[in-house]
């Protein structure tokens, strides 16, 4: 009598880690996969390379001043119009810190 105790407690600790378990990887769902560099989870969406602005002539990331596509393709999306390339996502928390310095950069290259 004590052993089918015993095997129906496991069998329902068992059963409430696996429910639990499926709470918590719904949730983890949710949030945004890791990407290159350190995975920080960007304030606003990337939007896909075809961002009808204007484009950004620079072969370089205005922020980290790698060469573009060295990290693997660029992260390219808009701002205020301005098409923005960036080499990794972690340079888009330091272009949402001061984009304004950053859209400076991008500019003046397009009228060199």
């Known amino acids: 009598m004590k ?3 015993q095997y129906t407690l496991l069998a329902g600790c068992a059963f409430g880690v696996l429910a639990f378990n499926s709470k918590l990887t719904a949730a983890d769902g949710a949030a945004p996969a890791m990407g290159c560099c350190s995975g920080m989870t960007m304030a606003t969406p990337m939007a896909e390379s075809n961002t009808n602005g ?3 002539l620079l072969k370089t ?3 980290s001043g790698e060469k573009l596509g ?3 393709k660029p992260n390219v999306f808009s701002y205020k ?3 923005v390339k960036l080499c990794c996502k972690s340079c888009k928390k330091d272009f949402d810190k001061n984009p304004d310095k950053y ?3 991008i500019r003046a290259a397009d009228k060199k």
């Open 61 to 63: 990331c205005p922020v």
């Open 103 to 105: 859209i400076k950069l």
């Open 54 to 56: 204007v484009p950004d």
């Open 81 to 83: 119009g301005q098409e």
């Open 3 to 5: 052993k089918s105790i």
């Open 70 to 72: 060295e990290m693997g």
